[in-house]
């Protein structure tokens, strides 16, 4: 009872304070900051007006929304243009049709979250709808860090559940766009399967089938490559994975159950997709030669796609200071690099497959197709299956032989180097959207966020303490399983000043 | 020993050839600052040793038609002049424009009729100039300058494989070599094949880390000789090409020794060996000083460019200096304009946050402050004097100024790593992996950046240009090619363990539960 409290008291102060951080993203955005945020908007009106499979034209689609809605790309893609250029969304609320790229997307998420945009087609219905989609953000994000605390024999997948959370994913959880939740659920998918094939053996723990259910759910619905996400995260988890672990999964009524709404799921996705023709592609022809494609890919693209990974705010545009990259690479390295070393030549090649896996499929279909849909790719799109990297790299250390002290020490530094870049990305996006980083004082702007520039900072840097407060404990909670015979020689000679004997681990 | 010996001719030969891959495929004045050494060292071996400074109208004018431009160029050439031959003296106009290819200036040669121009390295110690640079006072072309490259090369090379073969055979688990493998990045492989003592300034700090690691912490009884000398000799290099050497040696010397085994030093000290190559060092450090308090080699320029504070924390701390300075010491070439793939820099950033965040989080407490501490020392002198003094003599940081400190980060983290972390396998495994994803990065580097001086990027093939270095473009890849190859093999045989070590048998078994403590 005592371990389920705790578990349930982490996972509150997680969803504190995982909101929170989305929250201040929330306040501190302006309409159409985010990346595609207005084209969601629109959609979300739309789709609260009852017009599910809008009307179409070439790739894109018609919504009626309100006229306060409709407004105009002035300042995304265009760094030093503040959000002042941009008429506020109040005002006339009657309908016009309006054109948007997201016409065909999935109703689902935008009747669960942007609902009430369709109802106060201004301020307050964005900030509510960016509130609910950080909401459930939120959620899927602490049971991936609950799961990472309670359900592993050891602690060493916080460190990596911390790197994988990077400020592009919180920035998302600040908009009404579905690519956030699609990234919450990734963690959560990968934190409830990794233990359930591969941690225990001997029984099934519910609640990592109801989590692995759930966020599979969440993964195939808002976009159409949730299904392709599912089917990596799948595959690289289970090839290989324990025969006799598998047979006990499938004696489970839990499990089939849960498989069973995963199915729906999937086929719900699957059937939206098809009849909305979502993944149907463009016919232009850009008329790009082989050899600038891959040019421009290899060169441009891709190194892009590293940096917004971590976060290029706004549309793509907002590069941040840039060492924050350097210290977020570097943590990744720290974790990725020790998992290839250390791990089995299994954990090689599962960690080998999921970064093919992650970024292979849609980098080759840019390459394949940059002429008839242009070059399409971001960061973002790649995170569903990029978190799962420093996930399982952190796993595999710790399940090497990484000792627990050691492991602890991972955690909490990265905690401490990662956690303050998130008080560095939004003020800095706010200089940006605020006086386009004429000033980098948020304070002094054209543009002020609707309920000024002091509540989003307040709330980010509170937001940033009661993380570092939940994956500290993470870190640090007491053991879930018994301590076991070691098979080894103990490690215990690891912290004193003279060299450990060779070999030790 | 006999070994030791082939491992210090094969890593030898490795890092030459690198070098002179990156000697044969650039244009002169392609490498940061060459011309300016180049200058230096024909005045130097011409006698000029203490350089005249430069009166208002003082250096040789341009005429139409002359195929060099001796007018100061930058304010910073405004320390001295010397007169060389006009062979020399080529206009800068493709150096910081990366997309102007290098036949944009005349190849070096032809005319020797002596001019007088100014140079920024008027008042540099003349020690390395003499060294290696006597070939262009002897063939002030492309042959002079060729061999003088190739000489600055071979030097940066002998004091990389002294520091691989110490690496190797002093530390735990060979656990430094990782360390070399991260710390010897493309830039200093790109100075190596330059006329520029930087690149030795870096070698140098890697074999004192690597030489004063040993002594110091790895060893904690007896004196091993080799290292006393390879200590010795790295610290009196260190502090002479430059001036900022004697800032390194007390940066490298106190992250040693600050906290380190009071019994340990006190046995170093009392040993003959120590005691002599100390006087050495110190003999050279005092020399060094002297020749910068007599040329005036530090004396800070009186411009006043007017930025305010805000405009100089702003530049500095976000929109240029310090993100490229990260970029700069893995590699941006020629005068920092020639930014890399930008996915190297990703591999490089991961790889080193593999062994200095893997060496800060599993440490002792010791550990963590001796690497907090060097990194505070190495990066912070540098760019508080440039935040300070940025009205005076402008932004001048760049990443390779910083190199022969920050060499230390990666070489103090795997010494970390193996002492609190990783075994012998692990160890061997981190080395081979860090050099099957670093090594191939140098070939990429070299290709990139002949593309650039070969056509400014307008291809990106390196054969397609209008500019093609002297001996061909086909000789530095062939030569690089092979230098990577010899390294990997240095690196494989490196990181071997020796047998009779323990080796553990590997498990596709997880771990049990909490085996730390």
Partial sequence: MNRRRSGIRLWLLAFVGFWLLHAAWSFATPLNGPPDELQHVIRAAGVGRGEIIAPAEGIHGYQNVPKTLNRGWCFPTKVEVAASCEPEPVGDETAMMVNTTAARYNPVYYLVSAWPVAVWPNWTGIMLSRLINGALMAALLACAVVAAARWFGHKGIVAGVAVALTPMIAHLGGAINPAGIEIAAGVALFAALIPLLHEKTGEVNRAQVALAAVSAGVLVTPRFTGLMWLLIILGVLLVPASRARLRELARSPAVWLASGFVVLCVAASLAWTLVARTAEPAGWEHGLSVTTILRFAVFEMWPNVANQMIGVMGWAETLMPRLVYVVWFMAAGLVLLGGLIMGSRVDRWRLIALFVGTFAPLLALEILSANQIGFFNQGRYFLPGAVGLPMLAAWIMARRGLPAEQQRSITRLVLVLLLPVQLICLPYTMARWNSGLVSLNPYNGSWEPPYGNTLPLVLVTVAVGVLFVTFWRAAGAPEPVPPAEPEHEDASDVTVDEPVKAGHA | ?517
Avoid at chain 2, 183 to 209: D, K, R, S, W, Y
């Fill in chain 2, 1 to 517: 020993m006999r070994s030791a010996v082939r491992l210090w001719l094969l890593a030898f030969a490795g890092f030459w050839l690198l070098h002179l891959a990156w000697a044969l495929a650039a244009p002169y004045n392609g490498p940061p600052d060459e011309q300016r050494h180049a200058i230096r060292a024909a005045g130097v071996l011409d006698g000029q040793l203490i350089a005249p400074p430069v009166q208002p109208g003082g250096a040789d004018i341009a005429r139409d038609g002359d195929v060099f431009n001796p007018v100061p160029s930058s304010e910073r050439d405004l320390s001295g002049y010397q007169t060389v031959p006009r062979s020399l003296v080529r206009p800068r106009c493709f150096p910081q424009h990366p997309d102007v290819p290098a036949d944009c200036a005349p190849e070096p040669g032809g005319d020797t009729t002596p001019v007088r121009v100014t140079t920024e390295a008027a008042k540099a110690n003349p020690v390395y100039y003499v060294l290696a640079g006597w070939p262009l006072s002897v063939w002030p072309s492309w042959p002079g300058i060729m061999l003088a490259r190739a000489l600055t090369g071979a030097a940066v090379a002998a004091l990389l494989a002294c520091a691989l073969v110490g690496a190797s055979r002093w530390t735990r688990h060979r656990a430094l070599v990782a360390g070399v493998v991260v710390a010897v990045t493309p830039m200093t492989a790109h100075l190596a094949g330059a006329i520029n003592p930087n690149g030795i300034e870096i070698a140098a700090g890697v074999a004192l880390f690597t030489a004063l690691i040993t002594l110091v912490h790895e060893q904690r009884a007896g004196i091993n000789r080799a290292a006393v000398a390879l200590a010795g000799a790295s610290a009196v290099t260190l502090v002479t090409p430059r001036f900022t050497g004697v800032l390194w040696l007390a940066v490298i010397v106190g992250a040693v020794l600050l906290p380190s085994s009071r019994q340990r030093v006190r046995e170093l000290v009392r040993d003959r060996a120590v005691r002599g190559w100390g006087i050495a060092a110190g003999v050279a450090t005092l020399a060094g000083l002297g020749w910068t308090l007599v040329a005036g080699t530090v004396d800070p320029l009186t411009y006043d460019h007017g930025f305010s504070t805000a405009e100089i924390l702003r530049a500095t701390a976000i929109d240029h200096v310090w993100p490229n300075m990260a970029n700069q010491m893995v590699g941006v070439m020629g005068w920092a304009e020639t930014l890399m793939p930008r996915l190297i820099y990703v591999a490089w950033f991961m790889a080193f946050g593999l062994l200095f965040l893997g060496g800060l989080a599993l440490g002792t407490r010791a550990d963590r402050w001796r690497l907090i501490g060097l990194f505070v020392a190495t990066f912070a002198p540098l760019t508080l004097m440039e935040i300070l003094t940025a009205n005076q003599i402008g932004l001048f940081n760049q990443g390779r100024y910083f190199l022969t400190g920050a060499v230390g980060l990666c070489l103090f983290g795997a010494h970390v790593l193996a002492r609190r972390w990783l075994s012998a396998q692990w160890v061997r495994l981190t080395t081979r992996l860090l050099a099957l994803v670093l090594l191939p990065i140098h070939l990429v580097c070299l290709l990139f950046t002949m593309v650039r001086w070969d056509s400014g990027f307008r291809s990106i093939n390196p054969f397609n240009g209008s500019w093609a270095p002297p001996l061909g473009v086909a000789l530095p890849i062939l030569t690089c090619t092979v230098a990577v190859g010899v390294l990997f093999a240095v690196y494989w045989l490196a990181s071997r363990i020796p047998v009779g070590e323990t080796e553990p048998e590997r498990t596709d078994e997880p771990a049990p539960a909490l085996t730390g403590v």
